[in-house]
């Protein structure tokens, strides 16, 4: 069992950075590759980035390519995704999610979610 707990999260503006951190309980961290999905209002949740276990394979979703950086520090049982240049659309709210899978971008290839922190980028 693995529990996530992101934060991070706030309002920002548009052009603005923001870092999400999500922290990892229990000791099989190191096992699971992460990843990063949002969802904006009235949208379904979308998949934003992945990254392996070891950090050494990340991949991203098209529409963050570029601006958006995954990575992770198993020591410390935390993932992070570090937001740039950010932008009105990329507000929703921000899950974390742990698989089994080498490396996974789709919904139901995760097998634990965090309850998700709110990002609002104003213009």
């Known amino acids: 069992q693995v529990q996530l707990v992101e934060s991070g999260g706030g309002l920002v503006q548009a052009g603005g950075s923001l870092r999400l951190s999500c922290a990892a309980s229990?000791?099989?961290?190191?096992?699971?590759?992460m990843g990063w999905f949002r969802q904006a209002p009235g949208k379904e949740r979308e998949f934003v980035a992945a990254?392996?276990?070891?950090?050494?394979?990340?991949y991203y979703s098209d529409s963050v390519k570029g601006q958006f950086t995954i990575s992770r520090d198993n020591a410390k049982n935390t993932v992070y995704l570090q937001m740039g240049s950010l932008k009105p659309e990329d507000t929703a709210v921000y899950y974390c999610?742990?698989?089994?899978?080498?490396?996974?971008?789709?919904?139901?290839?995760?097998?634990?979610w965090g309850q998700g922190t709110q990002v609002t980028v104003s213009s």
């Open positions: 990254i392996s276990w070891n950090g050494v394979s990340t």
């Open positions: 999610a742990a698989s089994v899978r080498v490396l996974a971008y789709k919904n139901y290839e995760y097998d634990y």
């Open positions: 229990g000791r099989t961290f190191s096992r699971y590759s």
